[in-house]
């Protein structure tokens, strides 16, 4: 009798062990189809887009633009790039997505709103960059600086309503009405090619920028913005051009912007001059740029974009 008991006790701790066992082995198949689902779904899959304006953040009109992307695709992700780009300025819309674009990964969505011929006869296009990148824009010269570095592989010009909002188009908000829903309508995978006809890519509006030169008296090129608050002076001269000059860290150079001209010294970073001196330097992006070790250039030489720049070649 004992030992049918012990029997049956032992039968019972062995069935026991089966199933927690078992149970053991579905939790972690359970485990790994949830983590396999949540890989596949995670964040860094979601959809792209990056959002810039000049309507700054004082009243409705960005909230409103969001909106009408999340209502057509409400898995999306928004990137802010900024919305406080100087009012009408193409030029620095043109810049800021230059800067930025090279950060982000082929299939992403910009949709870009300075327009200020808004309601008039410019069009409204999908550009697409060699790099696989989608540009929902007004044709007005933002993808100048974008197409001459990556180089450009299509575009269309945007007359589908179908991709568009409301009924009667405003004059003065094509930023809710078009390139919100079509830049929501790109990211949700939308067949782009029926947003309208196909745009030859010479006909894309350019800005009318001066190129950079050199010559015997230096390199030439042009001031065309000011660093965010803090008044330095971005340039249009690549860096690494400016470096065939022949110049070091540590050296004076002779520049002239507008009509100024000044003894500057070529500096790695500000801290390498006491405080509120004028620096040149090569800045984040890659340009040669002007500066005071926390100052503002603009407002200690009064100089402002547009102006005309030149760095005189070394004394030999």
Excluded at 18 to 24: D, F, K, L, P, S
Excluded at 112 to 120: F, L, M, Y
Excluded at 178 to 192: E, K, M, Q, Y
Excluded at 193 to 220: A, F, N, Y
Aim: glycine content about 8%; overall charge positive; aromatic content about 8%.
């Amino acid at each position: 009798m004992r030992s049918k008991i012990a029997s049956s006790i032992r039968f019972r701790r062995f069935t026991r062990k089966i199933a927690q066992r078992t149970a053991a082995i579905l939790l972690a198949f359970v485990v790994i189809t949830l983590c396999s689902v949540a890989a596949q779904t995670r964040p860094s899959q979601a959809p792209r887009l990056v959002f810039m304006t000049d309507f700054g953040l004082l009243d409705d009109s960005v909230a409103i633009c969001k909106g009408v992307m999340y209502s057509i695709d409400p898995d999306l992700r928004i990137v802010d790039l900024t919305h406080q780009v100087t009012p009408y300025s193409i030029l620095d819309g043109a810049r800021y997505l230059f800067g930025a674009t090279p950060y982000y990964p082929a299939g992403t969505v910009f949709v870009v709103v300075i327009d200020p011929g808004v309601g008039s006869t410019r069009k409204a296009v999908i550009v697409k960059s060699k790099r696989g990148q989608y540009f929902v824009l007004p044709d007005n010269g933002l993808i100048t600086l974008v197409a001459d570095r990556d180089g450009l592989e299509d575009a269309r010009e945007i007359t589908n309503r179908d991709w568009m909002i409301g009924s009667a188009l405003s004059s003065t908000f094509h930023g809710r009405d078009i390139f919100s829903p079509v830049g929501a309508h790109l990211v949700r995978g939308d067949d782009w090619t029926q947003v309208g006809p196909k745009l030859p890519l010479e006909r894309l509006v350019r800005l009318d920028l001066q190129p950079v030169r050199t010559d015997d008296s230096g390199i030439h090129g042009a001031v065309i913005a000011t660093d965010g608050p803090f008044g330095n002076l971005v340039t249009n001269i690549d860096g690494s051009e400016f470096l065939k000059l022949g110049y070091h860290h540590g050296d004076k150079l002779h520049v002239t912007v507008g009509t100024t001209e000044l003894e500057l010294p070529f500096v790695l970073t500000f801290s390498d001059v006491p405080l509120n001196t004028p620096l040149l330097y090569i800045d984040s992006r890659g340009r040669v740029g002007l500066a005071v070790n926390q100052g503002s250039f603009v407002s200690t030489y009064r100089i402002k974009p547009p102006a005309q720049f030149l760095i005189a070649r070394p004394k030999q």
